[in-house]
């Protein structure tokens, strides 16, 4: 099967022909819209992470200076 001149290949026809779908056109606009939140919970939740873990590396390091005298 021969593709459209006016693509170079076979794969780019049909992406193209499904970036002309309702399904990709809903996914793009969501994604855009949604991007922004995405980003800030990723933000915050690395906030936490970090804020736990530096808590952990605190609580490991004055407990383990009490058993490094014995």
């Known amino acids: ?3 459209s001149p ?3 290949s076979k794969r780019e026809e049909e992406r193209a022909a499904a970036k002309n779908t309702t399904g990709y056109k809903i996914w793009s606009v969501m994604f855009t ?3 922004p939140f ?3 919970f ?3 939740f690395s906030c936490i992470v970090m ?3 530096g808590i952990s590396r605190v609580l490991a390091y004055v407990l383990g200076r009490g058993h490094a005298g014995n």
Do not use: D, E, G, L
């Open 1 to 3: 099967m021969k593709h």
């Open 6 to 8: 006016q693509f170079r």
């Open 33 to 35: 819209i949604m991007y």
């Open 38 to 40: 995405i980003a800030v």
């Open 42 to 44: 990723t933000f915050v």
């Open 51 to 53: 804020f736990f873990s």
